[in-house]
């Protein structure tokens, strides 16, 4: 069996947690989290933890599950709005955030994985955001200077991975997922389906293993909605 394999998420975070570490935890939304990796964080009873994540889960679904416990200490977002704990903590002095315009959030995090230090984007320049931060004229436009983002551990979700871990993504879970794979000193997978190596194709492959420290198999994960809208059927478009 490949070294990389843990049987569980608690034992692939053996040695890895401390108090006051910074965290990478892909997912949009509730898609794509790595739901049994958080939980595996929350027995661990590690606390004072710096999140990066698009978004803060949703009370008592994914990183809510350690805003319920007090173990985090700041999140670096772009979005928090669907989690009224995380609200009552901030409002609270309990939990500080640093909030980033999404497709910034993406870039800091890539660059961080791509070894570059900073980088002058144009969103945000005249707001909150580029408040206290370096600015530059660029033909005749001002860019705002924004530092890139790396973690002592990247947590992922994937669709499918190897004993390599080579990792693919599945739809709209390929989000924050990849780029965070690669900004970090250490990365941990789970994955939904663990196959031979050699049943990935190649050129399908989205992140390669040599950024992959370890990973678990995890069958059959719940696939949470955050908002569920029904209608009757006979209110549906076309119905009588």
Known sequence: ???????????????????????????????????????????????????????????GVGLGRLLATRQISKMISSYVGENKLFAQQYLAGDVEVEFTPQGTLAERIRAGGAGIP?????????????????TAEFGGETFVLERSLFADLALVHAYKGDPEGNLVFRKTARNFNP????????????????????????????????????????????????????????????GP
């Open 179 to 238: 780029v965070m794979a690669t900004a970090a000193n250490v990365t941990v997978a789970e994955v939904e389906h663990l196959v031979e190596p050699g049943e990935l194709d190649p050129d399908g492959i989205h992140t390669p293993g040599i950024y992959v420290s370890r990973l678990i198999e995890v069958s059959n994960p719940v696939k949470h909605i955050e908002q569920r809208t029904v209608r009757r059927a006979d209110s549906a478009i076309g």
């Open 1 to 59: 069996m490949s070294k990389k394999i843990y049987r569980n998420a608690v034992d692939s975070l053996v040695g890895l947690l401390k108090n006051d570490m910074t965290i990478m935890s892909g997912g949009f939304g509730l898609c794509g989290i790595p739901e049994s990796l958080i939980e595996a964080i929350e027995l661990s009873g590690v606390s004072g933890l710096t999140f990066i994540s698009n978004n803060a889960g949703v009370d």
């Open 118 to 134: 900073a980088f002058f984007t144009k969103t945000g320049v005249g707001t909150l955001v580029a408040e206290g931060k370096e």
